[in-house]
């Protein structure tokens, strides 16, 4: 146990630890137990047979999945390139001493988090035509979840600034920098170093968000894995197969962040 932890916890006592060890057992048995029992079910009702899983054999099947692949990366990506500078200007803003620019950020960032994705969605796909502005499909999905993600972003941003140390702005005063000058060579830079971690975290909740895109019909992975059940009369493979495919997304850019944190060294 690290020096922190010991500072808010008690380390366990022997009872304790045993006590952890049976409820891991138990809890482990258990969900092994309901592993079985749901596998066991699948079978019962041919879920698990060769023919449920055959079309995943067949290239034209794997190069449709592939190009939904294809399709959630680059809403992932363009979504992406959108919130992340997007939410730096808002966390600037919200930073900044001018109230007049504090005020609309704030009530961006509250708006934003607080609306519901799928909401927004709506939004996009049939309030904005009823008003005469349509956008295509594509970016009926992008635009909705780079706006949601932005506030998030934001306030990455906002909180790796203020958790830098007073010491450096206050050295960038005393060298007559300005509070913008300071905040955009000195303060800033610092703190997009050590949020690279979080920011590549965030990449994952965008990639979950592209998940939404259903509703706007854009065919990404778990549309068309929706697709291919539906045709083939195989739901549950078609699900299976998509989640591994966003496990192993997902994964990499997990291990991408934990590698990040790891060259980051302690703060």
């Known amino acids: ?3 922190e932890s010991r500072l808010l916890f008690d380390v366990p006592g022997p009872r304790a630890r045993r006590r952890t060890r049976i409820a891991t057992g138990a809890s482990l048995v258990v969900l092994a137990g309901l592993l079985t029992l749901m596998i066991r079910q699948f079978a019962i009702h041919g879920e698990l047979s060769a023919a449920q899983w055959s079309p995943f054999t067949q290239w034209p099947i794997l190069r449709f999945l592939l190009t939904g692949i294809e399709q959630t990366l680059l809403v992932t990506a363009v979504a992406a390139a959108i919130a992340f500078p997007l939410g730096a200007v808002l966390a600037l803003a919200r930073l900044s001493r001018s109230r007049w620019l504090r ?9 934003f988090r607080a609306v519901p994705l799928l909401l927004l969605l709506y939004v996009f796909l ?5 008003a005469g502005v349509t956008f295509p499909v594509f970016w009926q999905l992008v635009l909705p979840v780079a706006l949601s993600n932005s506030a998030v972003v934001a306030e990455i941003f906002r909180a790796g600034v203020l958790a830098q140390d007073r010491g450096q702005a206050e050295a960038a005063y005393s060298l007559g920098m300005t509070y913008g000058q300071a905040m955009r060579w000195v303060v800033v830079p610092q703190a997009v170093r050590k949020l690279l971690p979080a920011l590549v975290s965030q990449l994952v909740r965008l990639l979950k968000d592209s998940t939404l895109g259903y509703v706007v019909s854009y065919l990404e992975l778990l549309h068309k894995a929706q697709v291919l059940g ?35 060294g302690p703060q």
Do not use: D, K
């Open 103 to 111: 005020g609309p950020a704030r009530v961006y960032g509250e708006l």
């Open 230 to 264: 539906e045709y083939y009369h195989n739901v549950l493979p078609a699900y299976l197969v998509a989640a591994a495919c966003y496990v192993l997304i997902n994964g990499a850019l997990s291990r991408t962040a934990g590698w990040l944190e790891h060259r980051q």
């Open 126 to 130: 049939f309030a904005l035509p009823r």
């Open 1 to 3: 146990m690290s020096e």
